[in-house]
């Protein structure tokens, strides 16, 4: 098992090294329930990683790997701050 990745420049650079290093696995930001997301793939299996955000802070992390929860993800999109 990993240890927790802490801080919002390691987990993006964890999230980038991995869609760049790893065959077969992808990340692209999307908007989910109108909050910020990761629509993730790995081998062909879809996931989301969706943020609960709370006074400009990530509080909470989930992560869905039900296909059949994931079939509305929207298209990739630029986030911005």
């Known amino acids: 098992m990993l240890p927790p990745?802490?801080?919002a420049?390691?987990?993006t650079a964890l999230l980038g090294c991995a869609s760049r290093t790893e065959p077969?696995?992808?990340a692209a930001a999307v908007w989910l329930n109108a909050?910020?997301?990761a629509r993730l793939e790995d081998a062909g299996e879809p996931a989301a990683l969706?943020?609960?955000v709370a006074d400009g802070r990530?509080?909470?992390v989930y992560l869905v790997?039900?296909?059949r929860k994931l079939p509305?993800?929207?298209e990739p999109v630029a986030l911005t701050r």
């Open 65 to 67: 790997c039900n296909p």
């Open 24 to 26: 077969g696995f992808t």
């Open 58 to 60: 990530v509080t909470r």
């Open 35 to 37: 909050a910020p997301a």
């Open 72 to 74: 509305r993800l929207t």
């Open 5 to 7: 990745v802490r801080g």
């Open 50 to 52: 969706s943020l609960a």
């Open 9 to 11: 420049e390691r987990v």
